[in-house]
């Protein structure tokens, strides 16, 4: 059964044409997780929500944000993708900060 | 600055015998260690974990070894098996106090031939 699903896992977007990736997870995890992945590179860490509070990471840039309207959703916003920003996104939850994360199986960002 | 590294992008091993995959981190604040693998197509699944204040720790076909003064871990697979094929990717937490967030290190594809 799928825990963290990711939708769509393919999106093709246009350069600085806003895109939004989505998350949602049945496993009533409190922390979920957005990294950034790019080619033969580790997992970075863009930002992570434990419930509705918002944490940001320093070096995340201003063109990402992201909402968690309830529990078992989050949105990565993309407002205006440039070329850079082709990558694997994946989400990522867990029950507490401290716990394992679980990963879903990512969304393949194109720009074009 | 990579603070976790795994310098071995690849590694090719029989069917049976050992695999084994090397991380190197630099932040002494690290204080849990965590492996993933990924298949394509896939996200990471969690595999094994080490505390900062363990040496090793086992489950069934995998090690994890944990060397702080080398600041220094590896997996061990044995025997290996041809779906053990994946990318492996250590990674490290901070402990709470100092944000408590993962970094990752590259990865290393590990090929197992039958």
């Known amino acids: 059964d799928a825990m963290v699903i990711q939708n769509p896992r393919y999106q093709v977007t246009q350069f600085g044409k806003p895109v939004t990736l989505s998350c949602s997870q049945t496993?009533?995890?409190?922390?979920m997780y957005w990294y950034q992945q790019k080619s033969s590179q580790a997992p970075k860490l863009l930002f992570h929500y434990y419930d509705k509070d918002f944490n940001n990471e320093a070096d995340t840039p201003d063109n990402f944000q992201s909402r968690r309207p309830n529990t078992s959703f989050c949105f990565l916003d993309i407002r205006s993708p440039g070329l850079g920003d082709a990558a694997m996104y994946l989400c990522?939850?867990?029950?507490?900060?401290?716990?394992?994360?679980?990963f879903g199986p990512g969304t393949r960002l194109l720009v074009l | 600055d990579q603070q976790v590294k795994q310098n071995s992008p690849s590694l090719s091993v029989q069917e049976g015998r050992i695999s084994i995959l090397n991380c190197d981190y630099t932040?002494?604040?690290?204080?849990?260690f965590l492996w993933y693998k990924k298949y394509p197509a896939e996200g990471p699944t969690f595999l094994i974990s080490?505390?900062?204040?363990?040496d090793k720790n086992e489950d069934g076909r995998f090690t994890v070894f944990l060397n702080k003064s080398a600041k220094h871990l590896s997996l061990h697979i044995v025997p290996s098996q041809p779906g053990d094929s994946a990318v492996y990717f250590c990674a490290a937490r901070t402990p709470p106090n100092a944000g408590n967030m993962l970094t990752f290190g590259g990865g290393t594809r590990l090929m197992v031939k039958p």
């Open positions: 932040n002494s604040m690290f204080d849990y």
């Open positions: 080490i505390s900062s204040i363990k």
């Open positions: 496993l009533n995890h409190n922390v």
């Open positions: 990522a939850t867990s029950r507490a900060r401290l716990e394992t994360q679980y």
